[in-house]
């Protein structure tokens, strides 16, 4: 396509040079000047160019932002002493001082201590997890309550989060070029309107003795042959496309999209933050004493934890108490002495500890008790909320012929129940940001193309490794970085959207093609020449430009279609 760009330009501008200042060579009716049409031809391209380049461009800002999420400092036990160095610089064997707040600097054991850690950056899962002795954590996963002794199982460049680093890359090396499809067309057009140019003057030479004759003919079949159509077709029909998906909240970062929807065959989800809320909320409760329960939201209120959260948040008051002696027990609740009572919140089996009476009824729903001076006064069942319109979208990808999975770190209990209810073909739970890009990456050697949605920094290698990756409304940054196509409303409908979308615009894209293909097939012959014999009719090379911008104004009007088109 380089090649007649720069021949279709050439001509047009050299032409114009020789008219100019040697007019006498030419007839009087052919001194015409191109400038025009050979500066309008490079404009064309180049804008097609950057509409392709500018989707790529984005690697150096997505690098930065997962480097700035990588644990930097590291404090470790030696000789009885703690001593900082860089997180990278951790050997496997060395004993880490992990206090509240800090980030874990690389996978290791708990050697001391009892705390919650926060993976949500690395699985997705938005409730803390407790860890005690014995358990391993994973590097980059934050540390949120208690003092911890680390032994470190990797060196710091071989943690969780350097694996995740390392699989982005990797897939991201892997990413097809923009424009396959005009790459093909163009591959075989350009060589034969070469041949044809070459052809149209030695015809002339030979049969008429004209040379002047011939290289008008032969200018005149490189200038209605400029690929201006052909190079608009893909980049006219992505910016009606993009400008579409803007209209519907669908911001389209990568245009090869369009060329690999056709091809999906699996569509893979995350759980948390994508299928469900991705926090906890109430769903349902009971309250036993309207009064004292009011002592309880100063003590919610000094937690930050998510399960603590959601019940202020349902109770929506705001009761500004004395609060002394708050105590938060990983894994277990909070207590604390409210105008000199004492509130106790958290598990059945913390309360009792703490010799409240309870009666317990079986549910699969997470359940927070509430006790003030011993005496029960609430109990709040909350859960991860499925999204309304996750079912019907399900629904509608199976009927496209798709196979869905639901992938996630929460307990395989939970992903298997969600799973069932949502009608999802396989379902897998208790897995790391690893075992997902694995997954994906064995579905695509069985030579099926497969679309990923998800939302949270832990999805970005599947996402990345994926064919098509949908980063939902809410998604981390680094998600959204990812995603070929993000959506820009909490609303799974638009994965549907997205998909019709990227058909239609497919569409357009091949029509345009044609009706480019199909202008040159039509007046290539004409400006070969082949009217004079009957007719004495030359194409003037001014008709040919006008020619090659009609087809060009075709491919726009085509493209514009895509802002009418419904798409539901």
């Not at 008790?369 to 079912?391: G, M, Q, R, T």
Request: charged share 25%; proline share 4%.
């Amino acid at each position: 396509m380089n090649l007649l760009v720069a021949l279709g330009a050439s001509s047009a501008f050299f032409y114009s040079v020789f008219v100019m200042f040697l007019p006498q060579v030419f007839p009087e009716n052919m001194r015409y000047l191109y400038f025009d049409g050979a500066s309008a031809l490079v404009s064309f391209i180049l804008l097609g160019r950057y509409l392709e380049q500018r989707s790529k461009n984005r690697v150096t800002a997505f690098m930065k932002q997962l480097l700035s999420l990588k644990p930097t400092k590291a404090r470790i036990k030696v000789d009885g002493k703690e001593i900082e160095i860089p997180a990278e610089n951790v050997v496997e064997g060395d004993i880490l001082i992990v206090k509240p707040g800090e980030k874990i600097p690389t996978d290791g054991v708990i050697l001391k201590g009892e705390t919650e850690v926060d993976q949500s950056m690395l699985t997705g899962e938005a409730n803390p997890i407790l860890k005690k002795e014995g358990d391993t954590v994973l590097g980059g996963s934050i540390n949120k309550v208690g003092l911890i002794e680390v032994k470190a199982l990797k060196n710091g460049k071989e943690s969780t989060f350097y694996q995740i680093l390392k699989l982005i890359l990797e897939a991201q090396s892997k990413k097809p070029p923009v424009g396959k499809l005009a790459d093909k067309v163009v591959s075989i057009f350009v060589p034969s309107i070469l041949i044809i140019s070459i052809l149209v003057f030695d015809m002339w030479y030979l049969l008429a003795d004209n040379i002047q004759y011939g290289f008008l003919s032969a200018v005149s079949v490189l200038v209605i042959a400029c690929p201006c159509a052909l190079g608009l077709a893909i980049p006219i029909a992505i910016v009606a496309t993009i400008g579409r998906g803007a209209k519907e909240k669908i911001l389209i970062k990568d245009p090869d999209v369009v060329e690999d929807i056709k091809d999906i065959r699996i569509a893979v989800f995350d759980k948390t933050g994508t299928i469900t809320q991705g926090k906890p909320s109430v769903v349902d409760e009971k309250i036993f004493d309207k009064e004292l329960i009011d002592f309880a939201i100063p003590v919610l209120s000094s937690s930050i934890h998510p399960l603590a959260e959601a019940i202020k948040d349902r109770l929506k008051k705001d009761i500004f108490l004395d609060v002394k002696d708050i105590k938060q027990i990983p894994g277990k609740g909070i207590t604390g002495f409210v105008e000199g009572k004492e509130v106790i919140v958290g598990n059945i089996s913390f309360l009792k500890e703490h010799g409240v009476s309870l009666d317990s009824a079986k549910t699969d729903k997470t359940a927070v008790y509430i006790a003030v001076d011993k005496k029960p006064v609430a109990v709040f069942y909350l859960e991860d909320k499925i999204k309304n319109e996750a079912k019907n979208v399900i629904k509608k990808l199976k009927e496209r012929g798709l196979k869905t999975v639901l992938l996630s770190g929460d307990i395989k209990e939970n992903v298997e129940k969600i799973g069932r209810e949502l009608g999802f073909d396989e379902f897998r739970g208790e897995l790391l940001p690893i075992d997902k890009y694995r997954i994906i990456e064995a579905f695509q050697r069985e030579g099926k193309k497969v679309l990923f949605v998800g939302d949270g920094i832990n999805d970005a290698p599947a996402m990345r490794k994926a064919d098509i990756g949908i980063a939902v409304w809410k998604a981390s940054d680094l998600a959204k970085e990812t995603g070929d196509i993000i959506l820009l409303k909490d609303d799974l409908n638009l994965v549907i959207k997205s998909l019709n979308l990227s058909e239609k615009s497919l569409k357009i894209i091949k029509q345009n093609l044609f009706w480019a293909i199909f202008y040159n097939a039509l007046g290539i012959p004409v400006a070969a020449g082949i009217l004079y014999p009957f007719f004495g009719v030359l194409l003037n090379p001014v008709i040919a430009g006008i020619a090659m911008s009609f087809s060009s104004v075709s491919v726009v009007l085509n493209a514009l279609r895509l802002y009418k088109k419904p798409i539901d």
